[in-house]
């Protein structure tokens, strides 16, 4: 798998020294733990113990309504919650079979793929701060603060969303969202270049990151690698072209596949996939113009929590304001299993429901959990500060990894 | 190549593993099959090797947890052709007194952790497992979690319980 040597039992030196990295290692970003054999700067092998966060959200979610599990996956992914909510919802409305209006599909897809720019922003930014240049995450922060105001014109807060509902949006777009979109559409591309420009020719980096923690094909997919990083070795794996959910059939968009998936690659490709990101916003925006502006939800009064106005004037809202609320709605006994791609990879949802208020077993494919585990093998041999930027670039988000 | 049909996917399984294989269900298109742990390393290492199938991803790998059952345990599968843009979903039931299947983690190589969470939540034992220990859960922990009987809350309280909302 590697390029360096690996050492064996046989090697001359026998004694290593044990490097404990993490778990709040500033360089981990985030609450990872491993235990490194290291010969001088050298890793000979390396164990990860994870689970240092883990809430029991499958748990949890077998005791909790359907629309209550959706705060459970915000703190999955905390970078890109709105995918999460997304993926969530459409897995609800995937066993309850029904069908969104375009106009909803669009909306979920410019905020989708924002959460995608706001959760590369940070990798990408980071992987700059690893190799030693502040600036450029410190720049691009800036339009990751844009895309969290899109997010709070849109529902409310920032950081963990809790962005939509089972059926649509609990609220319309307003205009002052729909301007910021476009505000960031106009901004942010030439900040890109830029950053592009700082860094994919820079000599320091280039040579930092160039033939790093490259994988194999072969490797990546018997790992079960999905996202950016498995694209980075030249498999053009994306559930967005291969599955496509939320109408992105409709969208004209490519998927950036690298070469030989080393930490450059990596990098180019997440760099790429916010290119084309602001490709499917401009069109999602351009669609939505041509759909009936009023809409933001489905016509699924079952399932949709109505408007509190409505719940205290009319009969009929305020049963189903209490059939959701007290999960008195039945619904089929089914088995789910939905994919979305998140910004990490194949963020699944496998859910069983045996017609309750809530599911019977819920599992989530989670990315960062699958993709974080060949971190130790693919280490051995490797430099110490190769590991750090190797981990950067896998982009392995705690709350994601731990559930 | 396009996606393989479900029959047609059914018809290669059932041929080579007579009797063996069992389709339970197909919802929202996903061919669901059943079979048992002495064939399950065969028929997982046939869907990744035959040369029009290819199911080459592990998408992933857990259980549940049906204490109605005989077979209290069902350790699902979800395995993606990429090629062919397929999906197949494998189901394999296990008793509580004998909850050993053998491991996935030497057809793939990503099996090894998410074999790991199974048996953490579930107590399943994948035989020939290279590391089998729990890996979210504190490496003390007695019980296994995710299993129904395992409860969430204070299992004293009251103020939750379904009668009181009638149900």
Known sequence: MQNHPVYTDNDPQTEYSTLNLGPTHPATHGVFQNVLQMDGERIVSGVSTIGYIHRAFEKIAEHRPFYQITPLTDRLNYCSSPINNMGWHMTVEKMLNIQMPKRVDYMRVIIMELARIADHIICNGVLGVDTGAFTGFLYMMEYREEIYEIYEEICGSRLTTNIGRIGGFERNFNKIAFDKIRKFLVKFPPVLREFEALFNRNRIFVDRTKGVAAVTQADALSYSWSGPILRATGVDYDVRAMEPYSSYEDFDFEVPVGENGDVYNRFLVRNEEMWQSMRIIEQALNKIEKEPSDIFHADVPAFYLPPKEEVYNNMEALIYHFKIVMGEVDTPNAEVYHAVEGANGELGFYLINDGGRSPYRLHFRRPSFINYQMYAPMSRGMLLSDAIINMSSLNVIAGELDA | ?167
């Open chain 2, 1 to 167: 190549m396009g996606k393989i049909a479900n029959d047609i996917l059914l018809q290669k399984l059932t041929d080579k593993f007579a009797g063996q294989v069992v389709e339970t269900g197909a919802d929202f298109g996903l061919l669901t099959v059943e079979t048992n742990k002495e064939v399950i390393t065969d028929v997982l290492t046939f869907l990744k090797t035959d040369a029009a199938l290819q199911f080459i991803f592990l998408t992933d790998l857990t259980a549940v947890h049906y204490p109605d059952q005989e077979k209290q345990i069902g350790v699902v599968y979800h395995l993606h052709s990429l090629t062919t843009n397929t999906r197949i979903r494998i189901k394999v039931f296990l008793t509580l007194e004998d909850c050993h299947i053998p491991t996935a983690s030497t057809i793939w190589d990503g099996a090894n952790w998410m074999e790991r969470e199974t048996y953490d939540f579930f107590g399943v034992i994948f035989d020939g497992h290279p590391d089998l220990r729990r890996i979210l859960n504190v490496d003390d922990m007695t019980v296994f979690p995710m299993r129904k009987e395992f409860p969430l809350e204070d299992p004293n309280r009251i103020d939750k319980k379904d009668y009181f909302f009638g149900r």
